[in-house]
C-alpha cells in the first residue's frame, strides 16, 4: 500500500494537498446517482466518486499527512460498521443550490463519525452544520433542481457501511480515492 507521503504512481506530492474524508456509497447505487447527476447537466458528476461526507475538502501540509494516516485508522478502529439507508429527497435550497437523497438509517453514526474524523490534526470549522447526505444536483438552474428534487424521491438503497475512505483532489479537478479504513 503506498503511503499517503506518495502518490500511487511512485511520485512526491506538493507541499499541500487538498484531501476529503467520506463514506463510499457502493454499487450499484454508486454509478446510479452518478449517472442521474450527469442526466441532470451536473459538470461535477463524473469527477466526484458518489458519497457521504465526513470531511469537506481540506487543504493541509503533505507533511502532516503521517499524522492524518495515524489518526483516520485510530478513527475507524474506534467504530463499528452500520447499515445505511438512502432513502427520499432534500434540499438546502434557497440557502445553497443542492438536492440531495437523504441518509434516513445511519445519519447518527455518521454524525459521530464525522465529529471523530474532524478532530486531532482535521480540526477545522464548518461553513454549515453537519448533514449526511448524498448529493444528486448542484449549482444548477432553479427548474432542473426541481426535476432532481422529483426524480430522487423514489430512490432507495440500503446497505452496510464497513469504513470510510480519504481521497484527494487532483490538478485535473477529479477527486481520487486514495485509501480506506475498515471499521473492527
Not at 503511503?3 to 500511487?8: G, K, Q, R, S
Not at 442526466?39 to 457521504?52: F, K, L, M, N
Not at 475538502?57 to 492524518?68: G, Q, R, S
Not at 446497505?159 to 481521497?167: D, M, Q
Request: contains cysteine; hydrophobic residues 40%; charged residues 20%.
Amino acid at each position: 500500500m503506498t503511503p499517503l507521503t506518495h502518490l500511487p504512481d511512485g511520485g512526491d506530492l506538493p507541499e499541500a494537498v487538498t484531501i476529503g474524508v467520506s463514506v463510499s456509497v457502493p454499487e450499484p447505487y454508486g454509478t446510479a446517482i452518478q449517472d442521474t447527476r450527469a442526466g441532470h447537466g451536473d459538470p461535477q458528476a463524473r469527477s466526484i466518486p458518489t458519497h457521504v461526507t465526513l470531511l469537506p475538502p481540506t487543504e493541509v501540509p503533505a507533511e502532516l499527512l503521517p499524522k492524518i494516516e495515524e489518526h483516520l485508522a485510530a478513527v475507524a478502529a474506534a467504530h463499528r460498521p452500520f447499515r445505511m439507508l438512502l432513502r427520499g429527497s432534500g434540499t438546502f435550497r434557497p440557502v445553497s443550490p443542492v438536492v440531495y437523497v437523504r441518509v434516513e438509517e445511519g445519519a447518527q453514526e455518521c454524525r459521530l463519525l464525522e465529529a471523530d474524523v474532524r478532530s486531532g490534526p482535521l480540526a477545522r470549522e464548518l461553513a454549515f452544520p453537519y448533514h449526511p447526505h448524498v448529493t444528486v444536483a448542484h449549482g444548477l438552474p432553479d427548474d432542473v433542481l426541481d426535476q432532481a428534487y422529483e426524480q430522487a424521491r423514489g430512490f432507495r438503497a440500503s446497505f452496510v457501511v464497513p469504513g470510510f475512505g480519504i481521497s484527494r483532489f487532483d490538478a485535473d479537478e477529479v477527486w481520487r480515492p486514495w485509501r480506506s479504513y475498515f471499521f473492527c
